[in-house]
């Protein structure tokens, strides 16, 4: 049984950093691409990042592109989402995701399973 833990959400101020995690259990993990995706309130789901099966080939949204940088540890199932320059509008639930494939992908029809998520607040 696929079980994705997200962790590291917290309360920052604009401008600072956090970390994201997300623990994958129940499959081989360094079979498949991971993705990041986030939603604010009151608006839909969107891609944030996303990683290919190895880590060679990453995606990221327009809007986090040069600001967040996500990572994959394959010996430890392991998958980071690093937020730096964090703004208000960065404020989301942010959810992990495994791809239904290797190669890295923005769609959200290209992920099946998914995480409970972990709340990032970006606030003075």
């Known amino acids: 049984q696929v079980q994705l833990v997200e962790s590291g959400g917290d309360l920052v101020q604009p401008g600072g950093s956090l970390r994201l995690s997300c623990a994958a259990f129940?499959?081989?993990?360094?079979?498949?691409?991971m993705g990041w995706f986030r939603q604010a309130s009151g608006k839909e789901r969107e891609f944030v990042a996303s990683?290919?099966?190895?880590?060679?080939?990453?995606t990221y949204a327009d809007s986090v592109k040069g600001r967040f940088t996500i990572s994959r540890d394959n010996a430890k199932n392991t998958v980071h989402l690093e937020m730096n320059s964090l703004k208000p509008e960065d404020t989301a639930v942010y959810y992990c995701?495994?791809?239904?494939?290797?190669?890295?992908?923005?769609?959200?029809?290209?992920?099946?399973?998914w995480g409970q998520g972990t709340r990032v607040t970006v606030s003075s």
């Open positions: 995701a495994k791809g239904r494939f290797y190669s890295s992908s923005s769609s959200a029809g290209d992920y099946r399973s």
């Open positions: 990683i290919s099966w190895r880590g060679g080939g990453t």
């Open positions: 129940g499959f081989s993990f360094s079979d498949y691409a």
